[in-house]
Structure formats: structure tokens, C-alpha cells
């Protein structure tokens, strides 16, 4: 029933519509002529209304050129905006393509610069090596000349530098020069170890009497010390047990197992023997560095000698039909 309503109301309204515009042109009319004296200015009014006609017929022309014209500039903008981005795009092409140039042209100048850098670091090792070389070379020439004299404490300082020196090359120990380099430095620390024992087997033969030779015969072997420390390890050890073997020698030859000085009762004789040497020989055990502790070195030896002995006394009387216990007794007395 909605749908017949409202066609029905449509066709009234399509059957009234021209009774209806009627209606209004005689209103119209009739206001602007109520009465027969307004007939007078029926031309003024045509008039009036065809330059109103042409004006709105002008207005309608100028706009349908305007919106003519503001199609074609508008396409004319888009044309233009289109032709600007490919521009735009045409430029950003240019400059990816340069930048990435740029980017290979500073990787190949870091390239070179590192080969540069490269060659400098290694110029500068060559360079300080040969100085090094240079050094080296002329530091074992003079030591090989001190060592020719006995010039020890020079040479102990002598010594130290080259060691120094010597750790560079370990790197290059194959080749032939620093190889005969080093050859010449074990040879001329072998010189100095034999000059030095010498120099101490010489101390037990001078005579203490004799101040003058004493007194340089003490002074060299102290400075002899001071290449000893310089020296290999070994050489420290083998020279202190060298020393410490002759006075042990002349301790076993004044005490044995046997006789009156192998009694237990006489054992305080020992000790007192090693007191003397001690105190006797003060001013030769002076003569090395306080590092090396030679007395106490001594004192060890002569404790593991003595022990030794004392040991074997024990063994000899338990043997005889001794139980011991006297013995034991008389070394606690």
C-alpha cells in the first residue's frame, strides 16, 4: 500500500505541476501590473528583462569558457607535476649513481691507504730491527773486549744489555746473521763462566797475607758476582755448589766416622768446626750478594753431611751390640 501511495502521489503531482506553474506566472503578473495604468511600462520592462536575459546568457558563457579553461590548466599542472617527479626521479637516480662512485672510490683511497700504512708499520719494524742490529753488534763487540780483560762489573752491565737486545731477534733466530750473533754470545758467556771460576779456584790458593793481591782478588770476584747474576740460572748454582763441595771436603777430611773424632761425645767439635769457617771466612762470604745466601747454603751442606755421619756412627754401634740409647743420649747431652 506505501508503493500505491506514493505513486499515486507522484502522478497528482506530475498532472498539477503545469496548473500549478500557471498559477504562478498570473500572480507574477498580476503584481506587476495591478491595474490597467502599469500597462504604460510593459516595453521598459521587456526591455528590462532581455538585458537581464543577455547578462545571464554572458554570465553562463564566461562561465562554461572558465571551466574550458580550468580543465586545460589543470592538465596542464598534472602534465607538468607528472614531467617534475620523473625529474625528480631522474635526479635521484644521478645521485645514488654518484654516491655509490663515491662510496667505491673511497673504499679503493682506504685500500691504498692501508697498504700505505701497511708498508709504513713495516718500514719502522725494519728500521728499528737494524737499529737494534746496530746495537746488538756493537754491544757484544765491547763485551768480548771486557771480557778479554776481567773488566767484569762492566761487563755485568754489558751483559744485561745484550740479553736485552738478544729478545728481539728470537723471531729471526734462523737467519744465518742473527744465528752467528747469538753463537758469538753463548761463546762469550762460556768465556766469562770459565774467567770466573778460575778467578774463585785462585781464592783458596792466595795468600790472605798478601793485602794488595787480596784485595783485588776480592774486589774482582765481587764484581765477577755481578755477571754471575747475569748469567744463566745454572752457572749461580753451579759456582755456589763448587764452593760449598771444598768446604765440605775439608770439613770430611778433619771429621770421620772413625777414630776419636767419630765419637757421639765429640760431636760439638763439628759444629764449632763450622762456626770457625763461618766467622773466619766472614770477609769471603761478604764477598757475594746477599741474595745468594752462601752462608746458610753452607750451613745446609754441613747439616747434611754431618747427618750423614752421625747416622752412619748409630748404624756402626747398634752393630757392635749398642742398643742405641746411649748414643742417643750422648747427642741430647
Known amino acids: 500500500w506505501r508503493v500505491v501511495y506514493t505513486l499515486l502521489y507522484l502522478c497528482i503531482a506530475m498532472l498539477t505541476m503545469p496548473v500549478l506553474c500557471a498559477l504562478f506566472q498570473v500572480d507574477f503578473v498580476n503584481r506587476l501590473f495591478p491595474n490597467e495604468q ?18 545571464v546568457d554572458n554570465e553562463i558563457l564566461d562561465a562554461v569558457r572558465q ?20 625529474d625528480l626521479f631522474t635526479r635521484i637516480r644521478d645521485i645514488q649513481s654518484k654516491a655509490e662512485q663515491s662510496e667505491l672510490m673511497v ?5 691504498d691507504i692501508k ?25 757484544v763487540d765491547q763485551l768480548e773486549a771486557m771480557s778479554s780483560k776481567r773488566m767484569y762489573r762492566e761487563a755485568g752491565s754489558m751483559l744485561e744489555a745484550v740479553n736485552q737486545l738478544s729478545t728481539h731477534f728470537d723471531a729471526f733466530k ?5 744465528s752467528e750473533m747469538r753463537g758469538k754470545i753463548d761463546t762469550i758467556k762460556l768465556m766469562l763462566r770459565s774467567s770466573i771460576f778460575k778467578d774463585f779456584e785462585a781464592l783458596s790458593t792466595i795468600d790472605t797475607e798478601s793485602s794488595d793481591d787480596y784485595s783485588d782478588l776480592t774486589a774482582t770476584l765481587a764484581d765477577a758476582c755481578l755477571v754471575v747474576d747475569v748469567l744463566d740460572p745454572y752457572v749461580r ?6 764452593i760449598c763441595n771444598k768446604e765440605v771436603t775439608a770439613y770430611n777430611q778433619v771429621f770421620t766416622t772413625v777414630g776419636e773424632v767419630g765419637r757421639l761425645d765429640r760431636t760439638e767439635r763439628r759444629y764449632a768446626w763450622i762456626k770457625r769457617q763461618l766467622k773466619q771466612k766472614e770477609e769471603i762470604w761478604d764477598l757475594f750478594p746477599h741474595s745468594w745466601r752462601v752462608p746458610k747454603m753452607l750451613c745446609m751442606y754441613f747439616c747434611k753431611i754431618t747427618r750423614a755421619q752421625l747416622s752412619m756412627i748409630l748404624d756402626e754401634n747398634s752393630q757392635s751390640g749398642d742398643t742405641g740409647e746411649s748414643g742417643v743420649r750422648t747427642l741430647l747431652e
Open 115 to 139: 697498504k700505505l700504512d701497511y708498508a709504513k708499520k713495516n718500514l719502522t719494524a725494519t728500521i728499528t730491527a737494524l737499529r737494534r742490529l746496530a746495537m746488538l753488534v756493537s754491544a
Open 174 to 178: 734462523n737467519i744465518p746473521k742473527i
Open 38 to 55: 502599469k500597462l504604460a511600462g510593459v516595453d521598459q520592462l521587456i526591455d528590462n528583462l532581455q538585458l537581464r536575459i543577455r547578462r
Open 237 to 242: 748454582d753451579e759456582l755456589l755448589g763448587d
Open 67 to 86: 571551466q574550458s579553461s580550468s580543465g586545460n590548466k589543470a592538465k596542464e599542472n598534472l602534465d607538468n607535476a607528472k614531467k617534475a617527479i620523473q
Open 107 to 111: 673504499q679503493e683511497i682506504c685500500h
